[in-house]
């Protein structure tokens, strides 16, 4: 059983370019929320998605945008980067209820340059 | 707002004893969860053991245990008969149960001297 995988592993971008990261959440989850974990700290909320909808979000500004797809696949976009968006990116999947344990992909690290 | 505070950067444990991680946190609410996520270089964060709120009982899962004092808002992490293994990062988190998003300390990084 294949646990939450993301893609790709490591990315490297200018400041003001965009770019999208991919979930696949856990087999039986239906629910992604996405973390912004920068170095030496510990993750932040960005936002979740649930039936294709954003339900929560984090203190995260609108260059952060999400996606989840019929097969609850999710892709995170972030616009115009700046430097400061130099992070880990974790994604978590869980089979709602939301009382289930929220299991943690591998992440992949983002450099702004 | 929630808060989660661990004010133990890093720890060294000798291996095969015994070491305790800290954590306090801070909520107006009565019914959450606490967590204990380790993550290892490999960057996967792990959950080691979880807390309801309005179970008494501490958590137990093998090696590792909780103290949770309610009243005092502290959660700690005591990982016994430590091993190489456990060298990792240890975060300390929360989540109300009105809502779905954790909230994380800034971690310990905890090392295993062999």
């Known amino acids: 059983d294949a646990g939450v995988t993301q893609s790709p592993t490591h990315l490297i971008k200018t400041r003001g370019q965009q770019v999208t990261l991919r979930c696949s959440p856990k087999?039986?989850?239906?629910?992604v929320s996405w973390y912004q974990q920068a170095l030496g700290q510990g993750p932040q909320f960005i936002f979740q998605?649930?039936?294709?909808?954003?339900?929560q979000r984090g203190n995260f500004p609108d260059r952060f945008s999400g996606h989840q797809f019929p097969n609850y696949s999710s892709e995170l976009n972030v616009n115009a980067l700046l430097l400061g968006d130099s992070a880990l990116y974790l994604c978590?999947?869980?089979?709602?209820?939301?009382?289930?344990?929220?299991?943690f992909g591998p992440g992949t690290r983002l450099t702004v340059l | 707002a929630q808060t989660v505070t661990q004010s133990q950067p890093e720890m060294s444990v000798q291996e095969a004893e015994t070491v305790t991680l800290s954590c306090t946190y801070d909520?107006?609410?009565?019914?959450?969860?606490l967590f204990w996520y380790k993550q290892p270089p490999s960057r996967q964060m792990i959950l080691v053991i979880r807390?309801?709120?309005?179970?008494?009982q501490n958590a137990t899962e093998n090696r590792f245990s909780v103290n949770f004092q309610k009243a005092a808002k502290s959660f700690s992490l005591k990982i016994s008969d430590s091993q190489l293994g456990d060298a990792a990062m240890y975060f300390c988190?929360?989540?109300?149960?009105?809502?779905?998003?954790?909230?994380f300390g800034k971690g310990t990084r905890l090392h295993i001297l062999p």
């Open positions: 978590a999947s869980t089979r709602t209820p939301s009382y289930n344990e929220q299991f």
């Open positions: 087999s039986g989850h239906d629910t």
């Open positions: 998605y649930y039936e294709e909808e954003e339900r």
């Open positions: 909520t107006s609410e009565s019914d959450y969860y």
């Open positions: 807390q309801e709120a309005y179970k008494q």
């Open positions: 988190a929360y989540r109300s149960r009105r809502d779905d998003k954790i909230i």
